[in-house]
Each structure stands twice: as C-alpha cells, then as structure tokens.
C-alpha cells in the first residue's frame, strides 16, 4: 500500500469545545461561513415523567470533522476540471486552485462537506493537513490544539495497527467504499452496543 | 524580548522572504484558565495565534494549550467596533449616546468629580465596582485602588459574583477556602462526582477536563449531576443525574440518610475529626437535637427524616437513583465529590459547599489521596507572587453584590447588611469606577431594576468606565475611556483556579487609536490629584514589574531573573508529588488541627449557631427550599426555573460581539424537548421567556440535553432592551432577581421562575 497519511480521532472525549476548529480558522484566515474543520453534533433521548421524577435516556457526542483525504476519493473523480488530486508521496488530497472552476461538484459528492466554497474568488478551498507545518515536522494546527488531545494524526496503517480500523460511528454517513483516512475511536453513544 | 524568528513560516516554497515574530503571552481575562498564547506577528500585525505547542506535553506538566476564545483573539482585537477615544455622555445615562473628548478632558473631568465627591461625601461614597476584565497584576484596577488608596481611600468590596456563597460558607466547615487537592490526584479516585461542575465550558483551571479524561483513563468512574447534560457529562460522564436547580442539598441530604440508616459511614474518621454530626459530638451547651445526624434522621427539630422518597420531590431524582449513588459513593473509596460553582449561585447557595462537605467527612474522603474534601475547592497549594502595594485607609467594605442598596441606602447599612470594617457605612455610593467590567448592569441581577437606579443622577453621581467595547455596562457611564487589551500590554498573570506556574504577558503589538494602558492615563489622573510621586515612586511600568518579580524571588528561591522570565514567559514550580488538601490533618491531628475554632471540621458551626438566623443560616448544612425554586407555588404562574449556564464561546460577556463565536456557538437558550412541546414550540424558533421583571425574545435550542421544567439562557449576553424594554439578545438578569443571600450577601443567579411562550401568542395577550 502507498504513503497515506491520515488523522487519529478519539471520539468518546471529545468535548465539543470548537478550539481546533477556531485554530484551524485562524491558521487557514478563513472568513465567516467557511471551516475546514467542524464539530458535528448529535444528540437524542427523551424523558418519560412520573409523579415528580424524572428519567432519561438522553445521548450526546460530537465528530470533529474535516477532510479525511480519502483512500478512494469520489471528489477527484467527479471534478470536471482536474483540480483535484491525490498527492503520492502521502496520499493527502489537494485542491489546484489554478484549475478549480468553482462548480462545487466536490463539496455535492463529500460526505463530509469537507470542501468549503469561497465568494472571495470563486474557488474551493479545503484541509491540506496543514501541509506547511507538517514540512517543519509539526503537527496541524488542529491537532495540537486540542485541549483534551483527542485528535492525532500518522501513517495510516500505523494508526489502525494501534487503535483499529472504525472509520464509521453513527451519524456520519456511509463511507465504506471511499475509505476515509481517519481511524476513530468511537464515543459510547456513536456506535450500537 | 522572547522573539522566535522562523523563516518562511508560511510558505516554504514562496521566494519572497517573510519573517514572523512569535511573542509569548497569555490571556488576563476571568476566563477560568490561564494559558500559554502565542501571537505571531507580522509587519507590526498579528496574523496567527497558537497556544503551547514546543514545550513537551507530559503527565507532569501538560502543555498550557488554550480554548477557542484567546485562539480567536485577533477577531476582537481587531474588531471595527472597538472603542477608540475617551467620550463623554450626551445623551440620557443608559442611552449610550457619547461625543468624541480629548484625554485631556476626560481626565479633568474625572479628577473635578473624585475631588468633590471626596471632600463632599468622604471615601465610602467612592465605590471601585467588581470588575474582571483585566486580571493581571497591574490592571487599571488596581492601579485605581493605589491612587485612590493614596488619596484617601474608597469602599471595597468581598467576594465574587462567582463564587461567593462557597467561598463564605466553606470556611465555616474548614476554617478554609483551599479545599483542593492538586488535579493530578484524580487518577487515584475510584469514583468522581461532578456536580454543577462543566470544566468543559467553564474551564476551571487550563487543562481540568483533561485531567478528568486521564482520571477516567485510570478507570475512575464519572457521575455527573447537573440541570444539563453539560459538555462534560458528554465527553466523559459515565452516568448523568439531572437535578432541579437550588436543591443539591436536598440531594446530598437523602445520601447521608442512606449512609447512615445502612451504617456505611467511616465513624471512626468521624468521631476523629469532627464536630456535630451526632449528638455524642457537639460543642458545649447547645440543645439536644441539633446535630446533622439528628437532622438527617428527623429526630432533631424538624421531625422529617431526610429520606430518598423525601428528597426525590424536590430534586426530581427517582429514589432509587439516590440509594445507588449514596451506597457507590460510601463504597467505592476513594472517591471525589467535586463540586462546582453553579450549585452556590442561588438564594441558599451557602447550603450546598457544606452539604458537600458534609459527605466527604462521612465518608473519610479528606486528606487522602484520591479524595477530594468538597467545599470550594480552591487548591491547597499556593505560591507567592508579589503584588503593587495598596494601603487603603478606608476600612470598609461590602459585598460585591450589595452596591445597589449602598447607592440607595448606604448609611443605613451596617454589620447585619455584611458591612465589614466599620458598624455603618457613612455614605451612600456617589462615585463608581467601573474599569474592565460589566456588572454594572448585564452581570448583576435584575437589569430593568438596576437600569432605573443607575439612571438617577442624583444618586450616583458620577459613572467611570474603560472597556474595549460599548457593552451594557459601558452606555451607563459619564466618561468612558478605552482600554488598551492582553495583545498590547505587559503583565503578570496567575493561574485563574488551579496551576503551579505564572506566565509572563509579552506586548505582541501596539496599542491602537487612543486606546491606553491602565498605569499610564491613572497616572495622569495622579498628576491632577497632586500625587505623582507617590503614586509611581518614581517607577515605569516595566519598573512596576520587575518590583513583582523581585518581591516573588525573595520568597521563591529558584525564582528566574526578570529578563529569563519575560524571556521565556512562564514559570513552573515543580514538586515531586501532587498536594492533598489536609493530609497534614488527617495524618497528625495533634499537631495539625484544621484552622476552624473548634480545630474540627464543623458539621455544626457554632459561629453560625451565634447568627441566631436559624431558618436561613442553619448551624448545620440543610436543604433549604428556595423561593422560586421548585417548591415555590410561584410555580403555578411561571413553571420553569430558569438559570443561565457558562458557554464555551463567551467569558462571562466578553466576546459576546464577536462573529467567530457567534459561529462557533450561537446565543439560544436550552428548552427540554418535553416542556417545548407542550408549548408547541420548535427547535430554532424565536419565543419569549418572561416573568414579573422582563421579557427576553431568544431561539430556542430545544434538546433532550436539559431537564423538563429548566431552561438555561446561557449567561452573559449583552443587555439589548428594545424601545419597550423587551431584551433581544438574551441576557438572563434581564429575569433574575436583585435578594442577596443571607449569610454571604451574594447573588442568587440560578433561581428564577419563568415562563417560555410563542410570539404570537404573546401578540395576542396584549
Ligand atoms: S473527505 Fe471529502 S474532500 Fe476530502 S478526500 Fe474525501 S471526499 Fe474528498
Ligand atoms: S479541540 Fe479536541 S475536544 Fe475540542 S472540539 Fe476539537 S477535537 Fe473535540
Ligand atoms: S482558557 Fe482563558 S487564557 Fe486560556 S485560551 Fe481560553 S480564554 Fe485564553
């Protein structure tokens, strides 16, 4: 298998805080509207009440979420323009902005609507995985934001090796054909017991 | 100076050579943590912020890394609607219509007013009014407080409007505040017990909720009980209890009951350490029947055993959740329960620290590693740090909540009112400094009521502000003046709760406009009051600071020099073990006895047995049902209690005008999936929650995340009254209630009764 580099998501303590999403923002300048990574969040339960009681079976947890620079990418597939593609040396999925056209037919076929349109200039942008700190061997910006250090990233081989291969939890829509490059450890309420 | 340069940082391959200037500082707002920033700067511009990313993140010393809030810094510094001259008031006090002055002015202006207001009224009618905006070590508070301590004096104030009921009420079970055990310790509980407490938010001490995940990593167990399923029930809570608000005692009460009935209580630990839970263990000539143990089991005065099925009306917990948490929390030693703040911010919020306590004694969990004592919880280990002398002549003092009836009434005020330091205040408040801070309005209570009072020149006479913005409290001043903010300014600042370091604050950038630095323009203000010299004896700020970190050496042995330390912009002490709050008093009674007069831990007090207010300062911890609370039969007209939780994306109100935060977390207020559809109202749909003090028009967040009959307008929304008075944004002391609580004289924020309706049917009943 080629290079691919991926992200290391230990869903179950993610607290939603947002710091690596503000992070990535301030690093990318990033104007309103446009997030390279996003916290999902997910929630569910009711109450059943009785007398003056009160039970509950309410469930919550957040995906932080950005491009996963997927194994079988369908966004280069569908860009009429070729602006998309997939570097070898690490498998990180970039966007040409010279080539981009702006159709936005990567963002309609992501399932994590990864790729962000910018009015600025009528392009896609999206994650690099902060390709330029990785050069000076250090981590994404998100990565060592994160207050509870839930978020990593390595070869991808490596990182299943270590934590398994979960790259699903409930919610997210299916990905198994387009095989994303993140391996997650999935929160108790994301996954069926 | 601490300047990193790295070439080419943002693009390796671009030819054009570009060079940032990384500045070490820190954030110096009352924001809960105190981290490591990073302001990368570029052509006299900051153009990216990181936190604690170099030095090696270990389980000793994990890396300072910031929220969201300071990482998004540069979209508030930046900000096109920060103040940028001194102003004076044109229109109505409150308007918040202002003209362009000179400092030169402004400043007249203000030394005229202290002059007259001094001669005319004395000190106590000059009032510095709670403020957090700056907590550094030289902020233009504390600048204000020497120049007016120089000049004669002014009415301080005690307390905290966060803290203020555990902070009066802890000592009374300790003899202290410092309840905490280092958060390293956690990793020995077997079970941890949070309640009202949400690090996730509120922070609580950089890194507290990662030293959760790594207690829970050691395989503690993590109960969470709160109104909310709150950030930190959902990262780490292996079960939640939600409770109603104001009546956690009444929880801890029905848990005591089930340790004593099945006679799981450490006895020995209690016949060891303590005074007044039984009657075998009560100070000398109080009456029979009033120990906690009485209390508990209804054999005292009240005749009411304390049992789950009592306990479950008020609370809304099944029993049967109560026994299992009462018997796990006897039985799975040690254990922590931790409590937040939350829980103490309502009208008998002094209950709910000593309840706590209470059943950390019960169950031998002080002093021990893996325990933790309850109470306030401020940590057990302290450093010293040197301080700007401030000598105030002036001896009184009241509570930080009170200033309102000091405005109104201040000379009928004595000793029963909380006055401290003289019998009777001997003025009312004429003058209020109110410098980085909004209390004045949108973080106090009652914010119509509070409008009127501030709105009548004839009692307060005159209004100071500085701020960065013009926020709710801003438009309320005569002269407002603009800050300079943490990115342009040096300082010094302490960790906000737990933490063995201190951070340097680099200046990473000038300040802009006319925006000034708090010593620079009170000095001024010194000049005209005739006290230069002895106001800056002679001293530059930079000379102020070096003076703080001399005064920390001579008692901080490996203390690094000036220079090394604003070079490397943070200072850890390091200790070879966590610190456990009393070990010394566990271990060796005799030699250690916990600083309260008996040398106990008092369940009975009998300092406030001596209060003689029984029904609402009991000598022992009791439940004390709230007014509006949920046993209030104000209920029938407004059903839900309503309190107003911390948010990730504000400080307190900083940063409520903010779009990054905005976007990161919109202002909605929580609404239960069950009482929403009763009213037919809809997630995302704009409603109104009133009662007899306001209306706040906000969206509604409707979750299964907040229990039936609470809503929670997460707090520190700006004060935005429509022309009919109706708040548009959503700040909840628009609902609350101005009634100090009795024994600390402190905000009551969580108990509010109200009532959430569609708009149209609003329209309708008009
Ligand atoms: S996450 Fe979306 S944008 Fe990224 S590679 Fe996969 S499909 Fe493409
Ligand atoms: S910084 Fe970490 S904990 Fe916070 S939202 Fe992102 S992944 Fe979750
Ligand atoms: S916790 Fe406070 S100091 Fe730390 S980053 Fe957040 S706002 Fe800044």
Same mark, same amino acid.
């Given at each position: 298998?080629?290079?691919?580099?991926?992200?290391?998501?230990?869903?179950?303590?993610?607290?939603?805080?947002?710091?690596?999403?503000?992070?990535?923002?301030?690093?990318?300048?990033?104007?309103?509207?446009?997030?390279?990574?996003?916290?999902?969040?997910?929630?569910?339960?009711?109450?059943?009440?009785?007398?003056?009681?009160?039970?509950?079976?309410?469930?919550?947890?957040?995906?932080?979420?950005?491009c996963n620079h997927c194994v079988d990418a369908p966004c280069i597939a569908v860009c009429p323009s070729k602006a998309i593609f997939k570097r070898?040396? &690490?498998?990180l999925v970039l966007i040409n902005e010279k080539s981009c056209i702006g159709c936005r037919r990567c963002f309609a076929v992501c399932p994590y609507q990864a790729p962000q349109f910018d009015?600025?200039n009528g392009k896609m942008k999206k994650c690099d995985?902060?390709?330029?700190?990785?050069?000076?061997?250090?981590?994404?910006?998100?990565?060592?934001?994160?207050?509870?250090?839930?978020?990593?990233?390595?070869?991808?081989?490596?990182?299943?090796?270590?934590?398994? &291969?979960?790259?699903?939890?409930?919610?997210?829509?299916?990905?198994?054909?387009i095989?994303?490059?993140?391996?997650?450890?999935?929160?108790?309420?994301?996954? &069926?017991? | 100076?601490?300047?990193?340069?790295?070439?080419?940082?943002?693009?390796?391959?671009?030819?054009?050579?570009?060079?940032?200037?990384?500045?070490?500082?820190?954030?110096?707002?009352?924001?809960?943590?105190?981290?490591?920033?990073?302001?990368?700067?570029?052509?006299?511009?900051?153009?990216?912020?990181?936190?604690?990313?170099?030095?090696?993140?270990?389980?000793?010393?994990?890396?300072?890394?910031?929220?969201?809030?300071?990482?998004?810094?540069?979209?508030?510094?930046?900000?096109?609607?920060?103040?940028?001259?001194?102003?004076?008031?044109?229109?109505?006090?409150?308007?918040?219509?202002?003209?362009?002055?000179?400092?030169?002015?402004?400043?007249?202006?203000?030394?005229?007013?202290?002059?007259?207001?001094?001669?005319?009224?004395?000190?106590?009618?000059?009032?510095?009014?709670?403020? +957090?905006?700056?907590?550094?070590?030289?902020?233009?508070?504390?600048?204000?407080?020497?120049?007016?301590?120089?000049? *004669?004096?002014?009415?301080?104030?005690?307390?905290?409007?966060?803290?203020?009921?555990?902070?009066?009420?802890?000592?009374?079970?300790?003899?202290?505040?410092?309840?905490?055990?280092?958060?390293?310790?956690?990793?020995?509980?077997?079970?941890?017990?949070?309640?009202?407490?949400?690090?996730?938010?509120?922070?609580?001490?950089?890194?507290?909720?990662?030293?959760?995940?790594?207690?829970?990593?050691?395989?503690?167990?993590?109960?969470?009980?709160?109104?909310?399923?709150?950030?930190?029930?959902?990262?780490?809570?292996?079960?939640?209890?939600?409770?109603?608000?104001?009546?956690?005692?009444?929880?801890?009460?029905?848990?005591?009951?089930?340790?004593? +009935?099945?006679?799981?209580?450490?006895?020995?630990?209690?016949?060891?350490?303590?005074?007044?839970?039984?009657?075998?263990?009560?100070?000398?000539?109080?009456?029979?029947?009033?120990?906690?143990?009485?209390?508990?089991?209804? +054999?005292?005065?009240?005749?009411?055993? /304390?049992?789950?099925?009592?306990?479950?009306?008020?609370?809304?917990?099944?029993?049967?959740?109560?026994?299992?948490?009462?018997?796990?929390?006897?039985?799975?030693?040690?254990?922590?329960?931790?409590?937040?703040?939350?829980?103490?911010?309502?009208?008998?919020?002094?209950?709910?620290?000593?309840?706590?306590?209470?059943?950390?004694?019960?169950? *031998?969990?002080?002093?021990?590693?893996?325990?933790?004592?309850?109470?306030?919880?401020?940590?057990?280990?302290?450093?010293?740090?040197?301080?700007?002398?401030?000598?105030?002549?002036?001896?009184?003092?009241?509570?930080?909540?009170?200033?309102?009836?000091?405005?109104?009434?201040?000379?009928?005020?004595?000793?029963?009112?909380?006055?401290?330091?003289?019998?009777?205040?001997?003025?009312?408040?004429?003058?209020?400094?109110?410098?980085?801070?909004?209390?004045?309005?949108?973080?106090?209570?009652?914010?119509?009521?509070?409008?009127?009072?501030?709105?009548?020149?004839?009692?307060?006479?005159?209004?100071?502000?500085?701020?960065?913005?013009?926020?709710?409290?801003?438009?309320?001043?005569?002269?407002?003046?603009?800050?300079?903010?943490?990115?342009?300014?040096?300082?010094?600042?302490?960790?906000?709760?737990?933490?063995?370091?201190?951070?340097?604050?680099? /200046?990473?950038?000038?300040?802009?406009?006319?925006?000034?630095?708090?010593?620079?323009?009170?000095?001024?203000?010194?000049?005209?009051?005739?006290?230069?010299?002895?106001?800056?004896?002679?001293?530059?700020?930079?000379?102020?600071?070096?003076?703080?970190?001399?005064?920390?050496?001579?008692?901080?042995?490996?203390?690094?020099?000036?220079?090394?330390?604003?070079?490397?912009?943070?200072?850890?002490?390091?200790?070879?073990?966590?610190?456990?709050?009393?070990?010394?008093?566990?271990?060796?009674?005799?030699?250690?006895?916990?600083?309260?007069?008996?040398?106990?831990?008092?369940?009975?007090?009998?300092?406030?047995?001596?209060?003689?207010?029984?029904?609402?300062?009991?000598?022992?911890?009791?439940?004390?049902?709230?007014?509006?609370?949920?046993?209030?039969?104000?209920?029938?007209?407004?059903?839900?209690?309503?309190?107003?939780?911390?948010?990730?994306?504000?400080?307190?109100?900083?940063?409520?005008?903010?779009?990054?935060?905005?976007?990161?977390?919109?202002?909605?207020?929580?609404?239960?999936?069950?009482?929403?559809?009763?009213?037919?109202?809809?997630?995302?749909?704009?409603?109104?929650?009133?009662?007899?003090?306001?209306?706040?028009?906000?969206?509604?967040?409707?979750?299964?995340?907040?229990?039936?009959?609470?809503?929670?307008?997460?707090?520190?929304?700006?004060?935005?009254?429509?022309?009919?008075?109706?708040?548009?944004?959503?700040?909840?002391?628009?609902?609350?209630?101005?009634?100090?609580?009795?024994?600390?004289?402190?905000?009551?924020?969580?108990?509010?009764?109200?009532?959430?309706?569609?708009?149209?049917?609003?329209?309708?009943?008009?």
């Amino acid at each position: 298998m080629s290079k691919q580099i991926a992200f290391y998501v230990e869903q179950k303590h993610c607290m939603g805080c947002s710091a690596c999403q503000i992070a990535c923002k301030d690093k990318h300048n990033l104007p309103l509207g446009q997030n390279f990574r996003q916290i999902h969040a997910y929630e569910g339960g009711d109450f059943t009440i009785s007398g003056n009681v009160v039970y509950q079976n309410t469930y919550a947890y957040w995906i932080p979420v950005s491009c996963n620079h997927c194994v079988d990418a369908p966004c280069i597939a569908v860009c009429p323009s070729k602006a998309i593609f997939k570097r070898q040396e &690490d498998g990180l999925v970039l966007i040409n902005e010279k080539s981009c056209i702006g159709c936005r037919r990567c963002f309609a076929v992501c399932p994590y609507q990864a790729p962000q349109f910018d009015a600025a200039n009528g392009k896609m942008k999206k994650c690099d995985f902060c390709q330029d700190l990785l050069q000076q061997g250090t981590a994404p910006a998100c990565v060592s934001a994160c207050p509870m250090r839930v978020l990593g990233y390595g070869e991808l081989s490596e990182l299943q090796k270590k934590y398994g &291969d979960t790259s699903w939890v409930k919610g997210l829509p299916n990905t198994a054909k387009i095989k994303p490059a993140w391996v997650l450890v999935p929160h108790r309420d994301a996954v &069926d017991v | 100076m601490c300047k990193n340069v790295i070439k080419g940082a943002r693009d390796m391959t671009d030819t054009t050579f570009q060079e940032e200037t990384i500045i070490r500082t820190s954030g110096s707002h009352n924001c809960g943590g105190r981290c490591i920033v990073k302001a990368h700067v570029k052509d006299g511009r900051i153009v990216r912020i990181t936190s604690d990313d170099e030095r090696p993140d270990t389980d000793k010393r994990p890396q300072l890394r910031g929220c969201l809030r300071c990482r998004a810094y540069r979209s508030y510094l930046y900000h096109e609607d920060r103040l940028k001259y001194p102003m004076k008031r044109i229109g109505k006090r409150g308007e918040g219509l202002f003209e362009r002055i000179s400092w030169e002015e402004a400043l007249d202006t203000i030394a005229d007013h202290t002059k007259r207001i001094m001669a005319e009224y004395g000190p106590e009618a000059i009032y510095l009014s709670y403020a +957090t905006g700056n907590a550094g070590k030289t902020s233009e508070q504390v600048w204000m407080r020497r120049l007016l301590a120089l000049y *004669g004096g002014y009415l301080d104030y005690y307390g905290t409007y966060s803290s203020a009921c555990t902070n009066a009420a802890t000592p009374y079970t300790y003899g202290t505040v410092n309840s905490g055990s280092s958060r390293e310790d956690w990793v020995n509980s077997k079970l941890i017990i949070l309640m009202g407490f949400n690090p996730a938010a509120t922070i609580h001490g950089t890194n507290t909720a990662y030293y959760l995940k790594k207690a829970k990593e050691a395989g503690a167990k993590i109960i969470c009980i709160d109104p909310l399923y709150s950030d930190t029930a959902v990262a780490l809570a292996d079960q939640w209890i939600p409770i109603r608000p104001t009546t956690d005692s009444a929880l801890l009460d029905a848990m005591a009951y089930v340790i004593i +009935t099945e006679n799981l209580q450490d006895q020995v630990f209690l016949d060891t350490y303590c005074l007044g839970f039984d009657e075998d263990h009560m100070p000398e000539g109080i009456p029979a029947g009033n120990s906690y143990k009485s209390y508990i089991l209804g +054999t005292g005065t009240d005749q009411v055993p /304390k049992t789950p099925a009592w306990a479950e009306r008020s609370t809304g917990i099944p029993r049967e959740i109560i026994i299992q948490l009462a018997r796990e929390y006897a039985l799975n030693k040690p254990g922590a329960l931790i409590q937040g703040f939350g829980p103490q911010r309502h009208a008998y919020g002094e209950q709910p620290p000593r309840s706590g306590a209470a059943l950390a004694a019960m169950t *031998g969990n002080i002093g021990i590693k893996g325990g933790w004592a309850s109470g306030c919880g401020s940590p057990c280990r302290k450093q010293y740090v040197g301080s700007i002398p401030i000598n105030n002549p002036c001896k009184a003092a009241i509570s930080m909540y009170m200033w309102p009836l000091a405005i109104q009434k201040g000379t009928e005020l004595g000793k029963r009112e909380g006055v401290r330091g003289v019998d009777k205040l001997s003025a009312n408040i004429k003058l209020i400094f109110n410098l980085a801070g909004n209390c004045l309005i949108n973080q106090h209570s009652d914010t119509n009521g509070t409008a009127e009072l501030l709105g009548d020149e004839n009692l307060a006479q005159f209004i100071v502000v500085s701020d960065h913005f013009l926020t709710s409290s801003a438009k309320f001043a005569d002269i407002l003046l603009p800050g300079d903010n943490f990115m342009e300014r040096e300082d010094i600042v302490l960790p906000w709760s737990a933490g063995d370091y201190v951070l340097f604050m680099n /200046k990473a950038v000038d300040t802009v406009y006319e925006c000034r630095n708090g010593y620079d323009w009170i000095r001024d203000l010194a000049e005209r009051l005739e006290l230069t010299a002895e106001f800056t004896q002679g001293k530059t700020l930079e000379d102020w600071l070096r003076f703080i970190v001399d005064e920390t050496r001579k008692e901080n042995p490996g203390f690094p020099s000036y220079e090394e330390f604003k070079e490397k912009g943070v200072y850890d002490w390091e200790y070879e073990e966590p610190a456990i709050a009393f070990k010394e008093q566990i271990e060796d009674p005799r030699h250690h006895p916990f600083p309260t007069p008996s040398g106990k831990i008092e369940f009975f007090s009998s300092r406030l047995w001596e209060l003689d207010k029984p029904a609402e300062v009991p000598a022992i911890p009791k439940y004390i049902p709230a007014w509006e609370g949920p046993e209030d039969p104000l209920r029938g007209t407004y059903p839900l209690q309503c309190i107003g939780h911390h948010t990730k994306r504000r400080v307190h109100s900083m940063f409520d005008n903010n779009d990054w935060m905005e976007e990161a977390e919109a202002q909605v207020f929580w609404i239960s999936i069950y009482d929403a559809k009763k009213r037919g109202i809809k997630n995302g749909e704009r409603v109104c929650i009133y009662n007899t003090r306001g209306k706040v028009i906000l969206t509604a967040k409707v979750t299964p995340r907040i229990m039936p009959g609470v809503i929670s307008i997460p707090q520190g929304g700006w004060w935005s009254p429509d022309k009919e008075g109706t708040d548009q944004r959503g700040c909840i002391n628009t609902l609350t209630k101005y009634q100090p609580t009795p024994l600390a004289f402190a905000n009551p924020q969580h108990t509010n009764l109200v009532e959430v309706a569609k708009l149209d049917q609003m329209e309708a009943e008009k």
